[in-house]
């Protein structure tokens, strides 16, 4: 049963601890979140002066959970993404994992980007080994983790094959493997299957499931496609339009492997995105020119064909 759930829970007297310095509410089953999120804001300068992307963002994350942010357009989930990473600051607020402050980058958290973001001029091999070079682990340890990594995304036999040989799914699977070979705390990725066909994205999201069932990362998901999210996910976490808020979660209460196709994903997806097609319309109306008729535009891409299926994404 799909349940929208307030993000946090109220600290009490009984159930607050002390994470890092940073009161929060202990999640139910006695375990501390690997990742804290407090008063989080980040805002950019533009033309019109500052404008906040993010405003107040509260969220905790449990050590091996598959959360997913989504939200409209502009909301600020890959902004969100890169603070918890360290590759942007927050103007106000702290990120807390594994009970340290986030101060910048660290081993501990790997970003997976929409691009497969691999060396050319490296094998397949030589690429899931890089960063274990960087950390000083020997010639036969490193090549033993990296095709142990490649075995897991079925892609040992393509181990010396060179980056321009593979399709657009076998790169982000080298992507993965040399994340996973890192061994960190947390994956973090970035839509890191929009650019794929959809039979791809199939594929990828059974490897992305029977992976955290063997590894049980905790990973932090973005992505703009609603069954997508369903499809991976534990828990579902809706940004409102910017700036950015946390305005609900939904716990995804089906059994793994999902398929994509499955009614039970769809039922999921369709229900979300009713939750999320008024903060869509909001951006509609704040990118429409001022000529615009907004009433009819409005009303036109509400109306949905009876034939479309809006639980397979935005």
């Known amino acids: ?20 310095g940073v009161a929060t509410a202990e999640r139910p089953g006695g375990t501390q979140p690997k990742l804290c999120i407090r008063h989080v804001s980040k805002s950019f300068k533009s033309v019109n002066g500052s404008a906040y992307v993010l405003e ?53 958290r790997v970003v997976i980007f929409q691009e497969a973001a691999l060396f050319p001029w490296l094998n397949v091999v030589k690429n899931v080994e890089f960063g274990l070079k960087l950390k000083g682990i020997n010639a036969k340890q490193r090549r033993e983790t990296a095709i142990q990594y490649l075995k897991m995304v079925h892609l040992s036999k393509f181990q010396k094959a060179h980056i321009h040989e593979l399709s657009g799914g076998m790169k982000q699977r080298v992507a993965i493997a040399r994340a996973l070979a890192m061994n960190p705390e947390m994956l973090l990725m970035d839509e890191p299957f929009s650019a794929l066909d ?51 979660e939904f716990q995804i209460e089906l059994p793994r492997p999902r398929d994509d196709n499955d009614i039970n994903v769809a039922e999921y997806s369709t229900k979300i995105m009713k939750e999320l097609k008024s903060e869509i319309t909001k951006v509609m109306q704040c990118e429409m020119d001022a000529d615009s008729c907004v009433e009819c535009d409005i009303k036109c891409t509400s109306v949905i064909p009876e034939k479309i299926d809006m639980g397979g994404g935005i």
Request: charged share 25%; glycine share 10%.
């Open 1 to 20: 049963m799909l349940e929208g759930v307030e993000s946090g829970i109220p600290a009490t007297a009984d159930n607050e601890k002390i994470y890092g």
């Open 56 to 108: 107040d963002i509260n969220l905790e994350i449990r050590e091996g959970e598959f959360v997913c942010i989504v939200g409209p357009s502009g909301c600020g989930k890959t902004t969100l993404l890169n603070i918890v990473a360290g590759l942007e600051k927050a103007d106000s607020g702290e990120v807390w994992s594994n009970g340290h402050k986030v101060n910048g980058a660290g081993t501990d």
């Open 198 to 248: 959809a039979q791809t994205r199939w594929i990828l999201h059974f490897e992305l499931q029977n992976i955290w069932l063997k590894t049980k990362k905790t990973i932090m998901f973005v992505t703009h496609n609603i069954r997508e999210a369903v499809c991976l996910a534990d828990r579902i976490v809706m940004l409102s339009t910017t700036p950015g808020r946390v305005k609900k």
